[in-house]
């Protein structure tokens, strides 16, 4: 549960070069690339620009360019995983179903990440896990 810093650097793509076989998508480690009629799209809020899809492109139609200000997203990876189980409507598949949220430190982990989200955010949280304990955690 270390913070998750990007590097100075955003996969741009070039359309004209670009083949749209999707390998760029399969190997983005933080699944931060869709494939949108045909085309690689990068959600640049949570890229890290770690190079892997250009590395990987077969036309070389990702190049890193240079980002404006480097960020740090997510503040750690628990924060990371909560937000994309709440997004995918999976929170509690996410907490019951995997072996690392098993313990007491991480579980404290997922209820302080959910307690520090927006009230939007924490109402989707309390929606999909159903859990009096989180209901009497936010209602405080």
Known sequence: MQPVA???????????????????????PILAISMEEGKPVIDEEICLGCGVCARNCPTKAIALKCRP???????NSTHRFVLQAIEKGTLQNLIFDNQA??????????????????????A?????????????LLSV
């Open 6 to 28: 990007t590097t100075n650097y955003i996969p741009k793509v070039s359309l004209e070069t670009c083949i749209g076989c999707g390998k760029c998508k399969k190997v983005c």
């Open 69 to 75: 200000v480097q960020v740090i997203t997510p503040v």
């Open 101 to 122: 949220f098993a313990n007491h430190r991480a579980m404290a982990a997922v209820f302080g990440t959910i307690l520090r989200l927006p009230p939007m955010k924490q």
């Open 124 to 136: 989707l949280a309390r929606t999909q896990f159903k859990s009096i304990y989180l209901d009497k």
